[in-house]
C-alpha cells in the first residue's frame, strides 16, 4: 500500500515536472516569435519612414527642379506667352490693360536705311525706353516689326488707362539717338477680361482698335468695344492683308500712255497702282487704295510709288528712246498735308540724278486743299523744284477758270466725267471753253482723260484739246508693254489724220 501511495506520488510529480517543462518551451517559443514579429514590424515601420522620407526628399528636389525650371521657361517665352502666363496666374478680379502700339509710316523709316541692323537699332532702343517706364508692373517688348506690346498689371481704372496710354504716345514721339527721324505712334488699347481671356484674343482685338487709331489720323490712341467688331472686323482683315502683301513686294505700277495726237507722239505716261494678289490677280486700286486712304499709310505709300517711277524712268533711260518724255505720280490730299513732302520728292530724283521736271505730280481734290497750309505750301514747293504739276479738278463751280492765272500747275486735266457729259451734251460747254480759253492765256496745257473710241478724239480735238489719254489708246499696262509702245512711238499720224482736222490751229 504504501508503495502504491510512492508510485502514485511520484507519476504526479513526474506530471507536473512535464507540465512546467512545457510551459517553459511554449513560453520560450513564443517570446522568441513575439521579438522576431515585433522586429519585423519595427524594420516595416522603419522602411516605411525611410521610404517616407526618400519620396519626400525626392519631390522636394523634383518641386525644386521644376520650380527652375519653370523659371528658365519664363526667360525663355515669347511676349504672348508671357501675357498668357501672367494672365493664368492672376488673382481672381484683377485687371490689366494691353496697349498695342503700331509704328506710324514704318515702312517709310525702314526704306531710309539699307541694313536691317540700323532698323534693330530704333526698335531695340524703343524697346528698352518702353521696358524702363513700364518696370515691374508691366510686360514690354518689341513684337513683330513695327508692332510693341506693353502690359500693364498694376491698378486699373480709367484716369490711369489715359495716362499710360499719353505717356506711351509722347514716349514714341521723343527723338532718339538711332535715328534723327520723327516717329510717332497709333495705339490700340484694350481690357482684362473684359476684351479677352488670352493673348490671342486681346491681341486680335487690339488690332481693330489701331486700326480705328490710324483712320481717325495716327499718333493717337483709341479704346476697343465690342461695337466695333462690326463695323471695322472686315476692314481691319483687309488691311492687315494689303501690309502683308507690302511685305511681300506684291504691288506694281502699270502705266498709261499721254498722247499728241496731233503729232502721234508719247509724251507722257500715268503711273497706276495695281496689287497682284496672290489668288485674286491683278486688283485695281479701288480695291485697296480707300484703306490705306483710311488708316494714312497712303503717305508713305504714295512715296514708295514714286521712287518706283523714278528708278523705272532711269532704267528705260538707259536702255529706250524715252526722250524727255515724263511720268506723272497721282498724290493724294492727305500725302499733301505731310509736311516736307515735296523736299522728299526732290531727294529721290537727286538720289538718282534725275531731274525733276521729268516728273508730273497730279492733284486731285485740288479745292479740298486750299485752306489747308501744308498742302499748298507743298504745291508751292514741287514748282519751286522744278516738278511739273497738274490740276485734276475743276472746282464745284469751275472755279479753276478765275484761278487759271494764280496756279501752281502748268497742266490742267478734264476727268473723265467731264468728257461724258460733253459727249452726251448734258455739260455746259460755254464753261468748258471758257476754261479752254484761260488756259490757253495763261499757257496752261490741257489733257483729257477717258478716250474710248474715235467720236471723243474728234469732239475733243475740235474744242482744241490735242493730248489725250484713255482706252482707245491703251489700258494700264505692265512695264515691259509700255517699253514696246514707247520704243514704237510715235504713232502712225495718218491713222489719226483721218479722225481730225490736222490743220485745226491748238
Same mark, same amino acid.
Given at each position: 500500500? =504504501?508503495?502504491?501511495?510512492?508510485?502514485?506520488?511520484?507519476?504526479?510529480?513526474?506530471?507536473?515536472?512535464?507540465?512546467?517543462?512545457?510551459?517553459?518551451?511554449?513560453?520560450?517559443?513564443?517570446?522568441?516569435?513575439?521579438?522576431?514579429?515585433?522586429?519585423? $514590424? %519595427?524594420?516595416?515601420?522603419?522602411?516605411?519612414?525611410?521610404?517616407?522620407?526618400?519620396?519626400?526628399?525626392?519631390?522636394?528636389?523634383?518641386?525644386?527642379?521644376?520650380?527652375?525650371?519653370?523659371?528658365?521657361?519664363?526667360?525663355?517665352?515669347?511676349?504672348?506667352?508671357? =501675357?498668357?502666363?501672367? #494672365?493664368?496666374? %492672376?488673382?481672381?478680379?484683377?485687371?490689366?490693360?494691353?496697349?498695342? $502700339?503700331? #509704328?506710324?509710316?514704318?515702312?517709310?523709316?525702314?526704306?531710309?536705311?539699307?541694313?536691317?541692323?540700323?532698323?534693330?537699332? #530704333?526698335?531695340?532702343?524703343?524697346?528698352?525706353?518702353?521696358?524702363?517706364?513700364?518696370?515691374?508692373?508691366?510686360?514690354?517688348?518689341?513684337?513683330?516689326?513695327?508692332?510693341?506690346?506693353?502690359?500693364?498689371?498694376?491698378? &486699373?481704372?480709367?484716369?490711369?488707362?489715359?495716362? &499710360?496710354? +499719353?505717356?506711351?504716345?509722347?514716349?514714341?514721339?521723343?527723338?532718339?539717338?538711332?535715328?534723327?527721324?520723327?516717329?510717332?505712334?497709333? $495705339?490700340?488699347?484694350?481690357?482684362?477680361?473684359?476684351?479677352?481671356?488670352?493673348?490671342?484674343?486681346?491681341?486680335?482685338?487690339?488690332?481693330?482698335?489701331?486700326?480705328?487709331?490710324?483712320?481717325?489720323?495716327?499718333?493717337?490712341?483709341?479704346?476697343?468695344?465690342?461695337?466695333?467688331?462690326?463695323?471695322?472686323?472686315?476692314?481691319?482683315?483687309?488691311?492687315?492683308?494689303?501690309?502683308?502683301?507690302?511685305?511681300?513686294?506684291?504691288?506694281?505700277?502699270?502705266?498709261?500712255?499721254?498722247?499728241?495726237?496731233?503729232?502721234?507722239? &508719247?509724251?507722257?505716261?500715268?503711273?497706276? /497702282?495695281?496689287?497682284?494678289?496672290?489668288?485674286?490677280?491683278?486688283?485695281?486700286?479701288?480695291?485697296?487704295?480707300?484703306?490705306?486712304?483710311?488708316?494714312?499709310?497712303?503717305?508713305?505709300?504714295?512715296?514708295?510709288?514714286?521712287?518706283?517711277?523714278?528708278?523705272?524712268?532711269?532704267?528705260?533711260?538707259?536702255?529706250?528712246? *524715252?526722250?524727255?518724255?515724263?511720268?506723272?505720280?497721282?498724290?493724294?490730299? @492727305?500725302?499733301?498735308?505731310?509736311?516736307? /513732302?515735296?523736299?522728299?520728292?526732290?531727294? *529721290?530724283?537727286?538720289?538718282?540724278?534725275?531731274?525733276?521736271?521729268?516728273?508730273?505730280?497730279?492733284?486731285?481734290?485740288?479745292?479740298?486743299?486750299? @485752306?489747308?497750309?501744308?498742302?499748298?505750301?507743298?504745291?508751292?514747293?514741287?514748282?519751286?523744284?522744278?516738278?511739273?504739276?497738274?490740276?485734276?479738278?475743276?472746282?464745284?463751280?469751275?472755279?479753276? *477758270?478765275?484761278?487759271?492765272?494764280?496756279?501752281?500747275?502748268?497742266?490742267? @486735266?478734264?476727268?473723265?466725267?467731264?468728257?461724258?457729259?460733253?459727249?452726251?451734251?448734258?455739260?455746259?460747254?460755254?464753261? &468748258?471753253?471758257?476754261?479752254?480759253?484761260?488756259?490757253?492765256?495763261?499757257?496752261?496745257?490741257?489733257? %483729257?482723260?477717258? =478716250?474710248?473710241?474715235?467720236?471723243?478724239?474728234?469732239? $475733243?480735238?475740235?474744242?482744241?484739246?490735242?493730248?489725250?489719254?484713255?482706252?482707245?489708246?491703251?489700258?494700264? @499696262?505692265?512695264?515691259?508693254? #509700255?517699253?514696246?509702245?514707247?520704243?514704237?512711238?510715235?504713232?502712225?499720224?495718218?491713222?489719226?489724220?483721218?479722225?481730225? +482736222?490736222?490743220?485745226?490751229?491748238?
Amino acid at each position: 500500500m =504504501i508503495e502504491n501511495l510512492i508510485f502514485a506520488a511520484t507519476s504526479q510529480g513526474f506530471e507536473i515536472a512535464v507540465a512546467i517543462v512545457l510551459i517553459v518551451l511554449t513560453i520560450t517559443v513564443l517570446f522568441f516569435l513575439y521579438r522576431n514579429v515585433a522586429y519585423e $514590424i %519595427a524594420e516595416m515601420h522603419k522602411n516605411k519612414k525611410a521610404m517616407k522620407e526618400r519620396q519626400e526628399a525626392a519631390e522636394r528636389g523634383e518641386s525644386n527642379q521644376q520650380e527652375e525650371l519653370k523659371k528658365e521657361d519664363i526667360k525663355n517665352m515669347s511676349l504672348l506667352a508671357l =501675357i498668357d502666363h501672367s #494672365i493664368k496666374t %492672376a488673382k481672381e478680379g484683377s485687371l490689366a490693360t494691353l496697349y498695342m $502700339i503700331n #509704328i506710324d509710316d514704318f515702312r517709310r523709316i525702314a526704306e531710309e536705311y539699307s541694313q536691317q541692323k540700323d532698323i534693330d537699332k #530704333i526698335t531695340i532702343e524703343l524697346e528698352k525706353k518702353l521696358k524702363k517706364y513700364g518696370g515691374k508692373l508691366a510686360i514690354t517688348g518689341h513684337l513683330q516689326k513695327d508692332v510693341f506690346l506693353f502690359y500693364y498689371t498694376g491698378v &486699373i481704372d480709367a484716369e490711369t488707362i489715359s495716362k &499710360i496710354g +499719353d505717356d506711351l504716345l509722347n514716349l514714341f514721339r521723343e527723338p532718339l539717338k538711332s535715328t534723327n527721324q520723327e516717329i510717332t505712334a497709333s $495705339i490700340g488699347v484694350v481690357v482684362f477680361p473684359y476684351d479677352g481671356i488670352s493673348s490671342d484674343q486681346l491681341f486680335k482685338n487690339a488690332e481693330i482698335a489701331v486700326y480705328v487709331a490710324k483712320k481717325a489720323g495716327k499718333n493717337r490712341l483709341h479704346m476697343y468695344s465690342e461695337d466695333l467688331i462690326e463695323s471695322e472686323q472686315h476692314n481691319v482683315e483687309y488691311y492687315q492683308e494689303i501690309k502683308r502683301s507690302i511685305s511681300n513686294d506684291e504691288f506694281l505700277l502699270y502705266y498709261q500712255t499721254i498722247v499728241d495726237v496731233k503729232s502721234g507722239k &508719247i509724251i507722257g505716261l500715268e503711273s497706276l /497702282l495695281r496689287w497682284k494678289h496672290p489668288t485674286k490677280g491683278i486688283l485695281p486700286p479701288g480695291k485697296f487704295l480707300n484703306v490705306m486712304e483710311l488708316t494714312g499709310d497712303i503717305t508713305w505709300f504714295g512715296t514708295w510709288g514714286f521712287e518706283k517711277n523714278v528708278m523705272q524712268y532711269k532704267t528705260w533711260r538707259s536702255k529706250t528712246r *524715252i526722250g524727255d518724255l515724263f511720268i506723272s505720280t497721282n498724290l493724294s490730299p @492727305k500725302q499733301l498735308e505731310v509736311d516736307g /513732302l515735296a523736299k522728299q520728292f526732290f531727294n *529721290i530724283t537727286k538720289k538718282y540724278g534725275l531731274s525733276p521736271e521729268l516728273f508730273c505730280l497730279e492733284i486731285n481734290n485740288y479745292y479740298s486743299l486750299t @485752306k489747308n497750309h501744308n498742302a499748298m505750301s507743298n504745291i508751292n514747293q514741287f514748282r519751286k523744284f522744278g516738278f511739273r504739276l497738274a490740276i485734276d479738278d475743276l472746282g464745284p463751280k469751275n472755279e479753276i *477758270i478765275q484761278d487759271m492765272k494764280n496756279l501752281e500747275a502748268g497742266i490742267v @486735266k478734264l476727268d473723265r466725267e467731264n468728257i461724258l457729259l460733253i459727249m452726251d451734251g448734258t455739260s455746259d460747254i460755254d464753261a &468748258i471753253n471758257r476754261i479752254l480759253r484761260e488756259a490757253k492765256e495763261a499757257q496752261k496745257v490741257v489733257i %483729257a482723260e477717258g =478716250i474710248e473710241n474715235e467720236e471723243m478724239i474728234k469732239t $475733243i480735238y475740235d474744242l482744241g484739246i490735242r493730248f489725250m489719254q484713255g482706252y482707245y489708246f491703251n489700258q494700264p @499696262k505692265s512695264v515691259i508693254e #509700255i517699253e514696246k509702245m514707247i520704243m514704237q512711238s510715235p504713232w502712225d499720224v495718218d491713222s489719226f489724220s483721218n479722225i481730225i +482736222d490736222t490743220r485745226m490751229e491748238i
